[in-house]
């Protein structure tokens, strides 16, 4: 489940690599091209895979990025796995029925770091088509969502990206075990982030640790040298969000490159209200 070289994200097609198959962020694929304009416009779904980046990307699944879109490398989506933490307890309050309009997303006052960032919306709400699992990043792979909602957000001085993927399925038992494999999945995301650096001659320094707690979501920070792809390249740390209510996986990431206007990292302290204002959205 957001940065300035990051690629647009896309649900990735079925048999297509991770991310690689489909561009991560489509709603952020032309924030680029639009970096010198004061107000992002709403880039147009991508069409094919793209590369994605550390954690994200709108259209299929995609993350804008200043520099051409990678090819995205074929790492094969992970297996969904069990996790060991039961589901929270999802409500069918405020539920979208498949296809429908998705849950209002968070005001860019509400995103992390919005004192600082200063997020803008780009454009509004796009309804994405979905083929196959939806890839969130190199760790986690989502199936048998039926409905895919996305609003990205571009920072003030335009080095960070947010982005918002809203995911609806046939039914709660359905989107329940998608949030457990989304858990499960960043629980590993250590041992995965630091064998594709291996695989691709970094350092391999990937740390993931769980943030934030609530009764139905869990954040998390990973920080490490980027692989190229779904992520841009480089010292980073890539924040993510995901709550579950009824029916509806909702999930918030967005990046911290190391350059990014100097500024200081992002207190984790402020993950439990991110959460909880995500939660609330959910039922409105």
């Known amino acids: 489940m957001s940065m300035s070289r990051r690629r647009p994200r896309n649900a990735v097609l079925a048999g297509a690599g991770l991310l690689a198959a489909l561009a991560v962020y489509g709603v952020c694929q032309q924030a680029t091209a639009s970096a010198t304009d004061t107000d992002a416009q709403a880039p147009a779904p ?36 069990p996790a060991e933490t039961a589901a929270p307890p999802g409500g069918a309050t405020g539920r979208p029925t498949a296809g429908s309009t998705a849950p209002a997303p968070l005001k860019p006052a509400e995103l992390p770091d919005g004192d600082r960032r200063r997020w803008k919306p780009m454009g509004e709400v796009k309804s994405l088509p979905l083929s196959g699992d939806f890839q969130l990043n190199e760790c986690v792979s989502i199936a048998k969502a039926t409905a895919w909602h996305q609003q990205g957000f571009l920072g003030e001085t335009r080095d960070t990206l947010a982005v918002q993927d809203t995911l609806t399925f046939p039914d709660e038992a359905t989107a329940a075990a998608a949030y457990r494999t989304t858990v499960a999945a960043m629980k590993d995301c250590q041992a995965t982030s630091r064998e594709l650096q291996k695989k691709n001659a970094l350092p391999q320094d990937a740390t993931v640790r769980q943030t934030a707690k609530s009764a139905d979501g869990t954040a998390w920070q990973r920080r490490w040298t980027g692989v190229q792809g779904m992520s841009s390249p480089g010292d980073q740390a890539n924040h993510v969000y995901a709550v579950l209510r009824g029916d509806v996986l909702a999930l918030l990431h967005y990046d911290e490159v190391a350059s990014a206007s100097a500024a200081p990292s992002y207190d984790l302290r402020g993950d439990t209200a991110v959460l909880r204002t995500l939660g609330a959205r959910l039922t409105q």
């Open 46 to 81: 991508a069409a094919a895979p793209a590369t994605a980046s550390p954690t994200a990307a709108p259209t299929t699944a995609p993350a804008p990025s200043r520099t051409p879109a990678p090819t995205r490398t074929a790492t094969p989506p992970r297996a969904s796995a």
